[in-house]
Structure formats: structure tokens, C-alpha cells
């Protein structure tokens, strides 16, 4: 988004208003990042006081991932069924929930269900808080306000990070994970005067309120944007889950998806959710690992602000490309310096550097970007539904990594499990390459349209 479309943004009721729907909105993605990026450090203190072996320790963390899918599974059918804001209110109590239970956990089954119900909200944020601002938002400034919740994904994870290094010391765990309770309260506190997608109570027929939300949320003349989304509707009347698998949409679905797979194989959250634990294995103590995990967290942060900057000037394929190319390279060098002897003193920190251009390069691409694109490319009636099964794949495949990542480096080595995600982000450059659409500067409603008039993704690419 240009510094002129910023000042637009900024400028005018409607303006402010967009602005402030979409932070709001974006609060999903603080708790997404804050209740993933939590257990980070807290897992180094949890095993004093339940012992684990790596098979039980990965059940823990995996636990909220197979939470979220079971959370994306549903979310994207009650996001179509309730609407958006109802589920972000929903997904906001079930969070609460889940860190509450987490903190009086007081054995391990019971820890697991507090990561199982948190992971449901996680699973709900990740699909109803880009689909939200998405909907809401105008076409040109649309990718950097989704991206919004990217953004606040990551200052979540930063945020959980500085609150492990403060109770560090102490080796509150519980105290940590509990901290998840109060941006809950206040995501639920600040959805409840923020009105519904105008394009679900269009759908829903409910045509003047989403008139009212458009020229709420508008600068100027709507009419053409309704018309477009009534010719929408109009055109879709008849779709159904179904058509997913139909030709016209099954370019969607393969990119939608292999996006999800590539997201979590690549070895991101294992990067995110084991970060103190790969540095504490190069020879630094539990504060320093966890002090250098707020470093990686200021960098996921600012590059993921560099590409809000850049997604609606640059285009989302560039962007991937860029970044995963990055990420192949930075997590083929981490593997190299696990793999050569002779780095005794300096290992710790080569790690820690190619830790964070790893999440630097994944934060200007496949962070923001996916989470972009499927909000983006899929049909007005089945867009709930679509995004819940492709954020299913995502957390399906977060689950197996975040599950066998200790497994595979007690076993394998830290060198060979690294090298394996690298191939992986060779693998997501080229399938990025020949086959993600650009969709940057154009209206969802035009998306459509070249999916029905049988644009294959490849055509629709720069």
C-alpha cells in the first residue's frame, strides 16, 4: 500500500472506520500468534514440573494444532451459517477457555485439553479474521488491511515472547499461558459495535444493511460495487460445498492447498514453537534462549510490516517467490551448521541468525501472503466453507510437523530434520511458480469471474 493510500485510508469517516474494523478484526491473529507462540518458552519449565518424553512433549504443543483443525473444520461452515463477527465473538470466549484451562492445568491430560479448546479458537481466528477484513475492505487497499492479520499474528508471537522472558525467572509457566485470557477479553469487548461482512448479509439477503455497511465503510460511490455483488450472488445462487471439487474451482483448491501444505512442511512453526529449544541445544541457558526468541519475534514482526508495504504494490506471486527463495536458502544453511564440527563457541549465534533471516524471509511471503490469497480466490458462497477445508490442510500438516520435530531430531539430527524443510521450500518455489495466481488491485467479485469463465491460475499470473 502506497503512502498515498495510507493518508486515503486515514483520511475521512469511512476511512478511519475501515481502519479501525480491520485492527479490530485483526486481534484474531494477535491471539492466533500470542496462544502458538506461548508455548514456546513455557515448555521449557512445564517439564519440571511433568516429566515427558519427546513423544508426550510433541502431544502437548500438537495438541492445540489438532484444536485448530478440528476448529477449521467447523469454522468455516458456522462462519457462513452465523456470519463473521458472530464466530470472532465466539472464538474470542473459546480462548479464554483454553488459557484458563492451561493455567490450572494440574496434569498433563489436562494441559492437553487447555491446548486442545485453545487450538479451536486458533483454528476459528485463522479462517473468520482474513475473511472478515477481506469482505469488508475496499479492492485497492484490500491485501495490506487483510495482511493486517499476519501482522498481528506476529506481533502475537513477539508479545507471547517478551511475556515468557518476563516470567522466565520464575519459571511461571502457568502464569504464561493464563496471559492468553486478556486479549481475548478485549477482542470480544471491541467486535460487539463492529457490524457483520457486507457481503454475507448480502447473500443472507439482507440488502440494506449491507448497504449501510458499504457506504460506512466507503469513500464515494457503492453502486458499482453492489451491482458486482449482486451479480454474484445472483450467478452463485445455485453453488454449493460440492462445487469445490468442480472443474472451474479446482484450480483454486489446488493452489488453496498447496499453499496450507507447503505453509507448515517448510518447518515455520517448528521454528516458532521449538525456537528456545533449538538454541538451548547450541549451548545457551534457558533466559538467553528465551531472550534470543524476542529478537527472532522483532524481526517477524518488522518484515511482515515490510510486506504490508509491498502486497498491493509488488503482487502476492513476487512476494513468495522472494520470500521462499530466502527461506530455501537460510534453512539449508542452519542444517549446515549443525552438520560441520568446529562450531563450539559460535554455533548459538549462527543458529540464532539464520533462525531469523528464515522467519524474515517467510514473513515477507508465505507468512502474509496465504492467508492473503485465500480469502481472496474463492467463490462468495463457498468462501467460508473453502478457506475452513484449506486452513484444515494447514493445520493438519502444522499438527504432523509440530508432533514428529522432536521425534525426528532425537532420531535424525537437527541437520538432516533442517535439511528436509529445505527441500520442502524448494519443492513450494517451484509449485508457486507455475501455478499461484496474482490477484493484486482486483475486486473479488472479478476473481470470480475468471475462475467461472475457466482462467486456470496459471493463465491468471503475472
Known sequence: MSTADIRSVLRGDGGRFIYLASALAALNGLLFGFDTGIISGAFLYINDTF???PLVEGIVVSGAMA???LGAAVGGQLADRLGRRRLILLGAGVFFLGSFTMAVAPSVPVLVAG???DGVAIGFASIVGPLYISEIAPPRIRGALTSLNQLMVTVGILVSYFVNYAFADAGAWRWMLGTGMIPAVVLAIGMLKMPESP??????GRKEEAEAVLRRTRQGDIEDELDEIAET???QSDTGVRELLEPWLRPALIVGLGLAIFQQITGINAVIYYAPTILESTGFGSTTSILATVGIGVINVV????AIALIDRVGRRRLLQVGIGGMTITVAVLGTVFYLPGFDGAIGWIATASLMLFVAFFAIGLGPVFWLLISEIYPLAVRGSAMGAVTVANWGANLVVSLLFPVLTANAGEATTFWLFGACSLAALLFTYWLVPETK?????AIEADLRGNVTASETAD
Request: hydrophobic share 50%; glycine share 8%.
Open 441 to 445: 488491485g482486483r475486486s473479488l467479485e
Open 67 to 69: 484444536g485448530a483443525a
Open 115 to 117: 491446548r486442545l479448546i
Open 303 to 306: 518484515m511482515t510490516v515490510v
Open 51 to 53: 516429566a515427558m518424553s
Open 199 to 204: 457481503r454475507w448479509l448480502f447473500e443472507r
Open 233 to 235: 450472488v445472483e450467478k
